[in-house]
Structures are given as C-alpha cells and as structure tokens.
C-alpha cells in the first residue's frame, strides 16, 4: 500500500512534476490530521496560513500517452489540491500567463463574495498579478469545494482547456474515527478533447447550446487510474465533477457507495448507494468497502439522457421529454473511469452509524421563483436565460437581507437539464417537484433536470456584497444563464 502510493506519487495528474517542490507537510502540533491527508500534490496551511504563488498557463502535458497543450494551475492538470483548516488566512498570488483575461473563484467555500476575496467580478488581464486573500470563518463547515476560473465569457474555454482543482477544509468529519480510519483518495472528473487547441476560439453554437463535451474522460488527470483497496479496508473518495457540461453517472461494480458528504458537507448519516449523479459543479463524498471477492472491479460512468435542442420536435410530437437522443452524452455503453484493484488485507474496517447533525434551518420569509429556459434575446439570438433574463454585468436581479431565510422555486421549464448553483451560501433542497426529499443535506448546486422543479432553502447570514447563482453547465452560463445577487447588511 504505501510503496504504491509512493509510486503513484511519480505519475499522478498530468504534467506532475517537482512534486516535493510544493507539498509541505503540516506540523506536528496537528498529528490527529496527518493519518488521512492526500498523498497527491497538496498544500497545506500551516499556522493558520495557506499562502502560495500560482499562476495560469499554457502548459504542455502528457495525457494518455500523448503530448496535448492544456490550461494549468502552476503547470499542473488538474490543479494543486489546497488542504485548510477553519479559520485560516488563505493568501495567493496568483499570476495569469494566459492569453485571455480569467480569475479565481473558491466553489464551496464559504467566505466574502467581495474585493479580494471569492470575487467573480474580478477581471485579471493577462500578464497581471493579482493577490487573493481572505479569511475562513472559524467555524466554517469541512467540505470538498473546487476553484476554478469565473470570468464570464470565458469560463467554458478554460475550464475545458484543462483549468479547475480541489480544495479541502479539514474539520470536524474528518474526525469521525471510522472516517479517519479510511484510505483517502480524489475523483477530480473532467474530459477533454485533445484534437481542440486550448485558444480556438468557442466551438459553434451547436456545440455551445448543449455544452461542450470531450471523448477522453480523465480522474485526476489520468485515464483509468487504479485505486488499492485491501480485503476489510475502507476507501474515502472525495469527488468533484469538474468537467464543463458532462455529467457523471457514477456506479462502482458490485460495490454500493456509502455517500457520507454532498456539495456542502457532511450529511447526518450515511446513506447507500448503487450509482450517484454528479453534474458539474456538484461534490460528494463516499466511502467504499472492501468485502467482494479479491479482483479488479470497475468505476463506471453510466448513460444518462440530459436533454437537447435535438428533444424540441420530440417534445412537440409525442410529449415524451427523454425519449430522444442528445448528440453529446454517449447513451448506451457504460463508459470506465477508474478500477478499484483488491490487494492485500487489513481487519475489517466499519462504517460509521453517525456523521454530523444537519441544522434544521427556520422557515423562510420569503419565496421567490427562478425559472430556467432559453429563448431568443435581441441581438443576442438564442440564449439561455433565468426569469427571462440574460447576464448583465451592472444589473443586480435579486437582492436580499442578511439575517434572512428565503426559499427558492427553481423550475426547468426548458428542454435540457440545468445544474443551478449559488455562491458564497449553501442551501438545503427542501422538495423536488413538491415531493420533501428523504434526508437534509447541504448543497450549493443542485440539478434540476428539464421538466421538474425544486424548493430549496438558504439563511443569508454573513457576507454582504454582490455575487451570482448560475447554471454550472459552464457554456450556458457564459451564454447568459447568471443571475446577480446582492446581500444586504
Ligand atoms: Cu463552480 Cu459560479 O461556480
Ligand atoms: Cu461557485
Ligand atoms: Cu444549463
């Protein structure tokens, strides 16, 4: 186990070198942290500090034995992993060597939506430094978040050249001991098209409607990497669907999932799974036990219809919503990701019975409507839209008052699957087409499939300023499907 992993060191994420160059390793006043931390390229905050250079560039890599240039964090892809702790400064440096305009957004994280914090306003030109510094609350929940650039109108491009990692915040889950018992690995899920150079210009709109998609499916930046799992062990898998329109059907042969984390942590117990959906932007955490036969057993992306321009004839002759076909998703063959490879065996690890109390949040004072669909925009032709309404930069579309519980209607009432997502707030999903949902759990982007609806609930307590919710199939948000949210003190 420990010589694999040491190996694995060597090849894990593309382009990965110079690793022991970054990683620092916490100090030995945190002992209780080190037994599960990530072997992969991370850094750690040390003493309530998480500072580092990065920077954004074109970076040749190899990627399933072929040279492709992509778009990388620090030269690598995916992205560093960056571990913290509640309550930490988090101070970067951030260079972009890109060819376009980007910035940095901190997906899942809870903090200020404003100056130099998780700002998605900020346009940073290229060759310019820019300095991100901002502070966690210390008692900011422990989740799996994501950062990835958020420039408007440029968002799909560089996500899909290859921009995006993960972010931890180690906290109070990490400590459950059945938890921290567990071998921890990522699942940062993303596909490529290598036949694409990173600076073409946007695909045609045929493309961009549904969402790009590439053909090569990587899990931290490899092709069909394998993860040990010994007889009686536990694996921890931190997920993230990184990719810009893909979603993932993920299933692990004869091994249910025991999801522990959604998008905005623990949940109170864990709940079992055969398969979990993840569209982009969505996180979650599972654990995985060792009790089948020794052997090699594969992670699995299954079909999954998420609708199409191609369904809007389908819709009119026959009513049938799912029935036609989408030109991106591959629909019948289980695509593989991943193998879990048995070696080895350990005394049988146990699951935990409990995780962390979900807060029962006060009802809402509040109810708004958020509609998706697309439409034809003056000047602007065939877009996406929420209420009717396309993206304006200087247009505030939804404001509301800090110490405030609101509910949200989101409805689909398009023809293709939106995953909307909510900055700096997580929610909980309160009923999905009127139907209460059978247990609490935080999220902050949460699909709505075409055709359904669903109440979601979130207190506005901290954090004042502007900031945005959007569809997280990242084509259709550069397209116009963003709203502006302004929090009030
Ligand atoms: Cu992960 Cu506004 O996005
Ligand atoms: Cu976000
Ligand atoms: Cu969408």
Not at 3 to 31: D, E, H, M, Y
Request: net charge negative.
């Amino acid at each position: 186990m420990k010589r694999r992993r040491f190996l694995a060191l060597g090849s894990s994420g593309i382009g990965a070198i110079f690793l022991s160059q970054c990683a620092t390793v916490r100090p030995q006043s945190q002992p209780q942290l080190q037994s599960s931390r990530l072997a992969s390229e991370t850094y750690f905050s040390r003493d309530g500090l998480l500072e580092l250079d990065l920077d954004a560039r074109a970076q040749a890599v190899s990627i399933d034995g072929q040279t492709a240039e992509l778009l990388s964090y620090g030269g690598r892809v995916p992205g560093p992993v960056l571990e913290v702790l509640p309550g930490d400064t988090v101070r970067i440096r951030f260079t972009n060597r890109l060819a376009a305009p980007t910035n940095l957004h901190y997906h899942g994280l809870h903090v200020s939506p404003e100056g130099q914090a998780d700002n998605p306003f900020l346009e940073i030109p290229p060759n310019e430094q820019f300095t991100y510094e901002f502070r966690l609350p210390d008692d900011h929940h422990s989740v799996t978040a994501y950062y990835h650039p958020h420039l408007h109108g440029y968002v799909a491009q560089q996500i899909f050249g290859g921009l995006g990692g993960m972010m931890i915040v180690r906290g109070a889950l990490d400590e459950i001991p059945e938890i921290q018992a567990a071998q921890e690995e990522i699942l940062f899920l993303k596909d490529f098209d290598l036949s694409r150079a990173v600076n073409a210009p946007d695909p045609y709109f045929g493309v961009q409607m549904p969402g790009r998609e590439g053909s090569l499916l990587t899990v931290n930046g490899q092709v069909n990497p394998s993860f040990t799992i010994s007889s009686g062990g536990l694996l921890r898998f931190r997920i993230v669907n990184a990719s810009t329109s893909r979603f993932y059907r993920l299933a692990f042969e004869n091994h249910p999932m025991h999801l522990i984390a959604t998008d905005g942590g623990a949940i109170a117990q864990p709940v079992e799974l055969q398969e979990l959906l993840l569209s982009p932007g969505e996180r979650a955490e599972v654990l995985v036990q060792g009790n089948q036969e020794p052997g090699q057993y594969r992670l699995l992306n299954l079909p999954y219809q998420r609708g199409g321009m191609g369904m809007m004839g389908g819709m009119m002759g026959s009513g049938s919503m799912r029935g036609s076909r989408s030109p991106q998703q591959n629909e019948t063959t289980p695509q593989h990701l991943a193998t879990l490879t048995y070696s080895g065996q350990v005394e049988a690890l146990t699951l935990p019975q409990q995780l962390l109390p979900v807060e029962d949040l006060p009802e809402s004072q509040t109810v708004r409507q958020f509609t998706l669909n697309h439409g034809m925009v003056p000047g602007r032709g065939m877009t996406f839209l929420i209420n009717g309404q396309s993206f304006e930069h200087g247009q505030v579309d939804t404001s509301v008052r800090l110490n405030t519980v609101e509910d949200w209607d989101v409805v689909n009432t398009g023809v293709m699957d939106h995953p909307f997502h909510l900055h700096t707030n997580r929610f909980q999903v309160i009923s999905r087409n009127g139907q209460t949902v059978p247990y609490r759990a935080w999220k902050d982007t949460i699909l709505i499939p075409t055709g359904e609806s669903a109440r979601i609930r979130v207190a506005f307590k901290d954090f004042p300023g502007k900031t945005v919710y959007h569809c997280h199939i990242l084509d259709h948000e550069d397209l116009g499907m963003m709203g502006v949210i302004e929090m009030q003190a």
